[in-house]
């Protein structure tokens, strides 16, 4: 465990220090995601469903969806106008800025189904769901956090992977990953990880 | 009739249960000595392979195989996800493969990354053409056009052309899956796409709107882990296509494992090697016309075990090891299954553990020195199973045609940085038409070109 988050602030710490001095101040690059956040919520905690909590992702995940919205990697008819304009610093920039916000730390509302949380825990644990997204599912790299996002988000991403209108960065993970469950485990591990903080 | 990607399959796929080898087999400090010197030869000590030999012998190795039913769509789209999970070691966890950084770096910083570059004496390097996202295999078209294919999270592939000595970057397809290899021969670019092999006719005359392709060649299998390809064409027009298993370490399905020589005319092929994992490189010689090809050895077993490997085809269908053997000399913990390494084909040269040998060309230009003619010159796009990663780096390797008198020089090094930060991946090289080379990064999203003066 020890070695894992060092390496994974190391690496990190790594990219961050790689890029330019970043041109825009903070105030220019909230203003710039000010129409962001109608939909993704104050602070990017969203209370919309379907639309993801953008806040406290890593990220090196943030800049990549951004990315795959632009180039219709990932075909979202709401995000891919919205992604369409953005320049490669706009998109490093809003990245830095969302993945410095706090995360959601409101507690989960009481759980009407808790015997689905302990199969979704289980299933995270046995598929080493946290071997990618780290510590408490809180993300890093390119693995987004997934500790508190919103159940019916983490469930379409899921049924997006599988059916491979995403695929995710790098060596397609993912989609390795869901090939392997069925509806009702990715319901489980929907309901038990949006439970997490 | 497509024999890799249907129902079809009756093969049971075995594969390894999490921590093959158990955590005190390793070496802990052994992996992060310093820098290598400039010139080497074979390193790794016979010495490691023997003592992981000794302390792994007697396993009951049957017992520690894991059976898959290959049997079904399903497992040839998304086959179970051991391929960097499963295989484990307490030793080698939390080692992981770095997403390349989202957007490719900045002219900035490009100059920044090669003031970095050390090369041999008389050698220079520049950036060719920045902004190329995730750049990968080469090619050159009749006309001077650089077509550039991708890694995944792009899936594009690029047309570079000189617009009054300007380099202007043209993405002519995307939306693709995996396009790492890509070839050029008779006006015609060849793209190689995970299990689909298209050719577009006349591409150079066709930049602003590529033709539709013709499929000229399927029968491979559709999984993404190791499924990306690199191609080489030999004067005949016939590409080399490598078919990787989908796993670290795997008995995989026979039609795996392979390179096929494929006849693009009219779709047929014939297995020129068995026995190979994940090769992402590879080219004719220009000497004998004989295939040469990088090889990525297998993972989890230790940060200096096993080696990469060049190979050398010098009979059909020879067999180089994979999954009974590893780097010539080294049976697998658990799937040598009885076999001899003495059974297969050696390589020409280790290469070094987890350098991730990607693409390779023999030198036919005429700018460098003398020593330098008909040498290998190869990328390594670095580690990532490794705790202090190896690799980044273009080597030149001298061997005669027949495999003898080989010598390895280091010609241009620096893209790792301390344990493992990357300032680019170098994954392929092409020779220029002035001799010089060009070098492509998929990380910086960047080509290079390394030129040569007295």
């Not at chain 1, 919205?82 to 995360?103: E, F, T, V, W």
């Not at chain 2, 400039?38 to 009951?60: D, R, S, Y």
């Not at chain 2, 084909?345 to 390779?360: D, E, R, S």
Request: aromatic share 8%.
């Amino acid at each position: 465990m020890k070695r894992r988050l060092s390496l994974c602030a190391f690496v990190v710490a790594a990219i961050a220090g790689a890029l330019p001095a970043r041109a825009e101040d903070d105030a220019a690059i909230k203003t710039k995601l000010e129409p962001c956040f109608a939909c993704h919520g104050e602070n990017g905690i969203s209370e919309i469903d379907g639309v993801p909590s953008i806040a406290a992702e890593p990220d090196i995940f943030l800049e990549w969806q951004l990315v795959f919205f632009r180039t219709g990697r990932v075909k979202s008819e709401i995000m891919g106008p919205l992604a369409a304009d953005l320049s490669d610093d706009d998109i490093r920039a809003m990245g830095a800025y969302l993945a410095a916000l706090p995360p959601i730390n409101t507690p989960p509302p009481p759980d009407d189904a808790p015997a689905m949380t302990a199969v979704g825990a289980k299933l995270a644990a046995s598929r080493n769901c946290g071997n990618c997204h780290g510590e408490g599912f809180h993300g890093q790299q390119g693995a987004a956090r997934i500790a508190g996002q919103r159940e019916e988000v983490i469930m379409k991403a899921l049924h997006d992977y599988k059916s491979g209108a995403r695929f995710g960065t790098g060596i397609a993970a993912m989609p390795e990953v869901v090939g392997q469950l069925n509806d009702e485990q990715i319901e489980a591990l929907a309901h038990f990880l949006s439970r997490q903080r | 009739m497509n024999l890799s990607t249907g129902g079809g399959h009756s093969g049971i796929l075995l594969d390894v249960q999490h921590a093959l080898i158990a955590s005190r087999n390793q070496q802990p400090g052994k992996g992060c000595k310093g820098r290598r010197g400039m010139t080497e030869k074979i390193m790794l000590a016979g010495v490691l392979a023997a003592a992981v030999m000794a302390l792994t012998a007697g396993t009951p190795a049957q017992a520690q195989l894991k059976h898959y039913d290959s049997n079904n769509e399903s497992f040839w789209k998304n086959p179970p996800p051991d391929w960097f999970l499963g295989d484990e070691t307490e030793q080698q966890k939390g080692l992981a493969p770095q997403p390349n950084p989202p957007t490719p770096a900045t002219p900035a910083q490009l100059e920044a990354n090669l003031k970095k570059i050390k090369l041999l004496p008389g050698f220079k390097i520049g950036v060719f053409a920045a902004n190329v996202p995730e750049a990968r295999q080469m090619a050159w078209g009749d006309k001077g056009t650089l077509f550039v294919g991708s890694w995944f999270d792009a899936g594009n592939v690029y047309a570079i052309v000189d617009e009054g000595g300007k380099k202007v970057v043209k993405t002519i397809l995307s939306k693709l899956t995996v396009p790492t290899g890509i070839a050029f021969y008779n006006g015609a670019l060849y793209v190689a796409d995970v299990n689909k092999i298209y050719k577009y006719d006349n591409a150079e005359a066709n930049l602003d709107k590529m033709p539709a392709p013709k499929i000229v060649y399927d029968d491979l299998p559709p999984y993404i882990p190791h499924g990306w390809k690199y191609l080489a064409v030999d004067k005949q027009g016939m590409l080399y296509v490598p078919i990787g298993p989908p796993c670290n370490e795997c008995m995989a399905p026979t039609s795996t494992m392979q390179i096929r020589r494929v006849n693009p005319n009219n779709g047929t092929a014939e297995i020129i090697a068995l026995g190979v994992r994940n090769s992402v490189g590879g080219d004719v010689d220009p000497r004998s016309g004989d295939y040469w090809f990088s090889e990525n050895a297998r993972d989890w077993i230790s940060d200096d075990l096993p080696s990469d490997k060049l190979n050398h085809v010098t009979r059909l269908g020879q067999h180089f090891g994979y999954p009974y053997c590893h780097q010539g000399d080294l049976p697998d913990p658990t799937y040598a299954m009885g076999h001899k390494c003495s059974e297969f084909t050696p390589p020409v040269l280790k290469l070094g553990p987890h350098m991730a040998p990607l693409g390779m060309k023999f030198y036919t230009g005429s700018q460098f020195p003398a020593e330098f003619k008909d040498a290998i010159l190869l990328a390594e796009h670095g580690s990532w199973n490794r705790h202090k990663y190896n690799g980044g780096r273009i080597v030149a390797i001298s061997v005669d045609p027949a495999g003898k008198h080989v010598k390895q020089q280091v010609l241009a090094t620096g893209w790792i940085e301390g344990d493992r930060t990357f300032l680019g991946r170098p994954n392929d090289v092409i020779i220029a038409p002035d001799g010089s080379i060009l070098v492509a990064d998929d990380w910086a999203g960047a080509i290079y070109r390394i030129s040569y003066a007295k």
